[in-house]
């Protein structure tokens, strides 16, 4: 008799993870065809919740059997009392699991960007410094579909274009240094496993919390869009994470293509030659122009590259648009002048 369903599906979802990762392993660079390459090592980034309890356990089976090694990381975000205690639960739990090594770090979560998203930045320098310091393959992380679903709506809240609708990607970070296992899988499929495999879970109060966005749009808002359209709301929303993924790449490649035929031997960018672009290439080059000559990438919104596009297709003698980074960008004889003041 095999595994729970539930069991079955997540061990599923992280051995083709980690096949992936043998393959990209064994493409290293600097690596003779016929040299063995030495066995990964793979962490997860364990809270103690469902999702990521489910994960730990998955990538203790399966990277035996594959020949992976297998650690863990939890971080302590010290937001609430005893949050130390719980960490070194955690990672007890870890070690039970047979993962090694397993460690539990602690970060001072800032200010910048609100709570969600300064505890979010603290938690992947964490997984950052971890990965780099046990020389690390990758990070496995334990967003599920429901998680994607969230996103793809924060995303559309916001009204910033087709990147922000394409959610999680699958691989990202330096070198495609973290993975999602789960994003093709919910919620309750991960805590089923925990359940039927007698895994003890800890469910973080945060998420819970009204105060945070997040929190009321699992709550009250995805369960209101449930009720009003239908149960396939979350796999809907994720799939149209996936296809606004996919179309989002493919502008970008379009956009790095042509780059370098707006300008001119000054590095200028040449008017007429974006105004002939799709607006959706067009406002690429200018955000990607605008990065370049300093604007933080975070900072940058739709409505300033909207102000800068406008000194293309609504020339009327405007002014100088001043961006973020203390990047000025001025219309001069037909030409895009980008660059810090």
């Known amino acids: 008799m095999g595994p729970h ?3 079955a599906a997540i061990r599923l979802a992280v051995r083709r993870v980690l096949t992936d990762i043998l393959d990209d392993h064994g493409r290293a660079p600097g690596r003779a065809p016929h040299e063995r390459p030495p ?6 980034a364990c809270s103690g919740g469902a999702d990521s309890m489910a994960l730990a356990s998955a990538l203790a089976f399966e990277a035996p059997r594959l020949g992976v090694r297998a650690g863990g990381v939890t971080v302590d975000h010290g937001l609430q009392a005893g949050s130390d205690l ?3 639960e955690v990672a007890s739990r870890l070690r039970e699991l047979g993962l090694d090594p397993v460690e539990s770090t602690a970060v001072t979560v800032g200010r910048g960007g609100g709570p969600e998203a300064a505890a979010r930045d603290a938690r992947y320098a964490a997984l950052d410094a971890a990965a780099e310091r046990h020389g690390a393959a990758a990070v496995l992380l334990g967003h599920t579909r429901d998680d994607q679903a969230e996103t793809v709506l924060l995303g559309l809240a916001r009204g910033s274009g087709i990147r922000s609708l394409s959610g999680m990607a699958a691989v990202s970070g330096a070198d495609g240094r973290y993975r999602r296992p789960f994003l093709q899988l919910d919620r309750q499929t991960a805590r089923k496993a925990c359940m039927v495999q007698s895994l003890p879970v800890w469910d973080d109060p945060h998420n819970a919390d009204p105060a945070y966005t997040r929190s009321r749009l699992r709550h009250e808002g995805l369960p209101a869009l449930e ?3 239908g149960k396939g709301v979350v796999e809907a929303l994720a ?8 179309d989002a790449d493919a502008l970008d490649a379009w956009a790095g293509r042509v780059a370098a035929g707006v300008r001119d031997a000054d590095g200028r960018l040449e008017c007429a030659a974006l105004h002939d672009l799709p607006p959706a290439v067009r ?3 200018l955000r990607r122009a605008a990065i370049e000559a300093g604007a933080p990438a975070g900072s940058l919104f739709a409505r300033h590259i909207e102000e800068v596009d406008r000194l293309i297709t609504g020339w009327r003698g405007q002014g100088a648009i001043n961006l973020p980074g203390r990047v ?3 219309r001069q004889g037909g030409r895009l002048v980008i660059r810090q003041g």
């Open 39 to 44: 066995s990964p090592l793979v962490l997860v």
């Open 5 to 7: 369903p539930a069991v």
């Open 283 to 285: 406002r690429r080059v």
């Open 227 to 229: 009720k009003a359209l």
């Open 239 to 246: 799939r149209t994470a996936q296809l606004s993924r996919d």
């Open 328 to 330: 000025v960008v001025r």
């Open 86 to 88: 719980r960490a070194a």
